[in-house]
Structure formats: structure tokens, C-alpha cells
């Protein structure tokens, strides 16, 4: 099967071009399941259940977040009844949400495990990423042989731990969260694919998404900032690869880097 991964949405530009991208992918490269981090796609930061709703329409299966999850209230309740967002594992137990799921790909294919992890390294507090999904991993791999690992942090260096630590055991490991698409797709020993981060979807003319002159500002003055979404083409980033359905395992990955007109 083919398993579609997407970088951090970023806005109403991102949720657009990711669903032009998706009906691409999904009727000329054979894509069955897509992922994509979310957590952004609310205005440019945090999500909501209307956006939600609109990255599901778009063909996305399972959505994954981060640090920015709990920005809108109302995705609280939401959270406890759909279980195609998740927010990361390793958070404190007891707040709303999942951290795995599984589901059958609609497009056909094997059933597919997302794990939503979050980094520690220059992020805020969240209990140990390795030890949550070492725990976790069993229970998912009970309901399905393909398992995707969205590791969203910071650090490269502790997503390439995680990646490391995780070959073998799940069919993909790919960070998330610094909108920037890096170059080392890989497919690491016992077949588990690795990218350490898939970029975004978001305005190409920007930092990180964001109006180029506002963080700019932010930098030059220290002073608080409203961060609004760039406009322009949209970018839209993540990678491809490809699973053999009986063993879960990978035996191919690239990075998806296309652009979308505004």
C-alpha cells in the first residue's frame, strides 16, 4: 500500500492546497492513507473542529498535532468523540483525547496504527516519548501490522533517536513541527521508513507560514506580534511511502514538495 504523510497545516492557504494535493496523489500515485499534522490549521496555530472536519473531508485519515493542540477550546469535547484526531501520546494521563488509533484505509488496504508523539527537547513538559510508545506499541500492533509514528519535536536529534529506536518495530517514523522540510528520507534497518521533518503546507512567501515582515518585527524588537497567515502559493510538503500490507514493513520513501497557486 501507499501511505501518504503531510507536514504541518498551516491556515486556511494549507487546508486548501492539501486537499488539491490529496485528490492528486490519491487518483495518479496510488495513495490509500493519508496522514497529516493539523495543529496549525486554525488560523495559522491550534486547531478546531471546523477545520477538522474540512482536512477529514479532504481525504485525510487521521490527523496528528502537537504543542499547540489545546489553543481552541471547543476541540476538547471533539477530541473524546472522534478518535481521527489524536494529540500526543505522552501527554499527562487523564487530558482529553488519544494518543493512537487505528483504522482501515476507505481506498482499501491493511488496517494502519498512528502513534501521535511529542518531543521534549526545547518543548514544554510532557512525560518520556520513548517510554509512552515502548508501552503503547503492543496494543497497537494487536489491531494493525502497518504502524505510523508522527514524532513531533524540535530536536533532530531526538527524532532521529526516535527513528533509531523504533526500526524495525513500525513501518514509518516521521517528525513533524518545524515546518521544514529536511533531506534525509531513509529507510532504516528491518524496514522502517524515516524522515526527521516533513515540512508543511502552508504560504510559500513566509516564515513558517507566517506574514514574513511580522516575525521579522518580532525578531528586530522583541515585542509581542500578531503572527497572521502569509498569502501567495502554498507549498505543500510530506513524503510518500510505500508499505508491503503483510509484514509492515517499508520499502520506499520520497519527499513530496508541490506547489499550489493561491
Not at 521533518?197 to 512567501?205: F, K, R, T, V, W
Not at 518580532?218 to 511511502?241: C, E, N, W, Y
Amino acid at each position: 500500500m501507499r501511505v501518504l504523510f503531510l507536514g504541518d497545516v498551516v491556515g486556511r492557504p494549507g487546508r486548501r492546497a492539501l486537499g488539491e494535493v490529496v485528490r492528486r496523489l490519491v487518483a495518479t500515485a496510488g495513495v490509500q492513507f493519508v496522514v497529516a499534522n493539523g495543529e496549525n490549521a486554525s488560523a495559522g496555530k491550534g486547531i478546531d473542529p471546523r477545520c477538522a472536519e474540512e482536512l477529514l473531508d479532504a481525504g485525510v485519515d487521521v490527523i496528528t498535532t502537537g504543542n499547540h493542540v489545546w489553543r481552541s477550546r471547543e476541540l476538547l469535547p471533539y477530541l473524546r468523540e472522534n478518535g481521527r484526531v489524536l494529540r500526543p501520546l505522552n501527554f499527562p494521563p487523564g487530558v482529553p483525547g488519544r494518543g493512537w488509533t487505528v483504522r482501515r484505509p476507505h481506498r482499501g488496504g491493511a488496517a494502519v496504527g498512528v502513534v501521535n508523539l511529542i518531543g521534549r527537547v526545547f518543548m514544554g513538559p510532557a512525560d518520556c516519548p520513548f517510554r509512552c510508545v515502548e508501552e503503547a506499541l503492543p496494543l497497537v500492533r494487536q489491531e494493525a501490522t502497518v504502524v505510523i509514528v508522527d514524532m513531533h519535536g524540535e530536536a533532530t536529534s531526538e527524532k532521529v533517536a526516535m527513528g533509531r529506536f523504533l526500526a524495525g518495530r513500525v513501518t514509518a517514523v516521521v517528525g513533524s513541527h518545524t515546518h521544514v522540510q529536511t533531506a534525509d528520507p531513509a529507510v532504516l534497518p528491518g524496514g522502517t521508513a524515516y524522515l526527521t521533518d516533513a515540512g508543511m503546507c502552508g504560504p510559500e512567501d513566509s516564515i513558517l507560514g507566517v506574514r514574513a515582515d511580522r516575525v521579522i518585527e518580532r525578531f528586530l524588537t522583541q515585542m509581542p506580534v500578531r503572527f497572521d497567515v502569509a498569502s501567495g502559493p502554498v507549498v505543500v510538503q510530506g513524503a510518500l511511502i510505500d508499505v508491503d500490507d503483510a509484514s509492515g514493513r517499508a520499502t520506499a520513501i520520497e519527499r513530496v514538495q508541490e506547489r499550489v497557486a493561491a
